[in-house]
């Protein structure tokens, strides 16, 4: 029987194909100074590419090992560790291999990852967030995506909007509306930017004129961020009309 692979596997892969010329870059990118939303984030320097081409060599770790990851100090283990996951998760929701008790044993770890504070960066959050969450609660109750959306903590309102985008991809803008509305208001700049992407995404992928009555009712009270990645796609003269609003 072939041994099931380890946590310390795929940290050994990760340093292989370390830079770290690479990884003083990715400080800087990733805002790992005081103050700054990844302060204190860990880099070896490996590339999102090579993060994910590890990833794959090691599909079938356990969940036990992905904590081990999810815990680590260093961005890229962590990445990789929800890569592993966001791929057992889809394994176990298709139906040759359906499995509905372990995708919600992975929902629960993937969200007690969160709530402790290891998917703390956006690229972690935008990975993972709409191939676990968002897949989960396609056709469930979504109360849960507003209780992160009301948290004290960025990332988690940032996994509640990203969720959705699982939903716009199947053609529903319903939950996206309710939660950018709700985080109108939020001034932090990695929301401002989820709120605008979401709803970029629903005029090119579900119906622009869904947006465009959600920007006539809201775009007075949006930030310029919001605004500015909402209306992208529209015309020159539609994103003028909005932005004098």
Known sequence: ??????????????????DPADAIHLQRFFKTGPGEYGEGDVFLGVRVPATRAVAKR??????TEIGQLLDSPVHEERLAGLVILNARFAKAAKPRTLDIAAQEEMVRFYLDAVHRGRVNNWDLVDVSAENIIGPWLLDRPRDLLFQLAQSDSLWERRVALLSTFAFIKAGDASTTFELCALLLDDRRDLIQKAVGWM???VGKRVDRLLLLGFLD?????????????????????Q?????AR
Not at 1 to 18: D, G, I, K, N, S
Not at 239 to 243: E, M, S
């Open 1 to 18: 029987m072939t041994e099931a692979p380890t946590a310390a596997q795929v940290r050994a892969a990760l340093a292989e194909v370390a």
């Open 58 to 63: 090691y599909a079938t770790l356990p969940l």
């Open 199 to 201: 709803l970029r995404e």
């Open 217 to 237: 009712r809201h775009a007075a009270r949006m930030g310029r961020t919001a605004l500015s990645y909402a209306t992208e796609h529209l015309t020159p003269d």
């Open 239 to 243: 994103r003028a009309h909005y932005r």
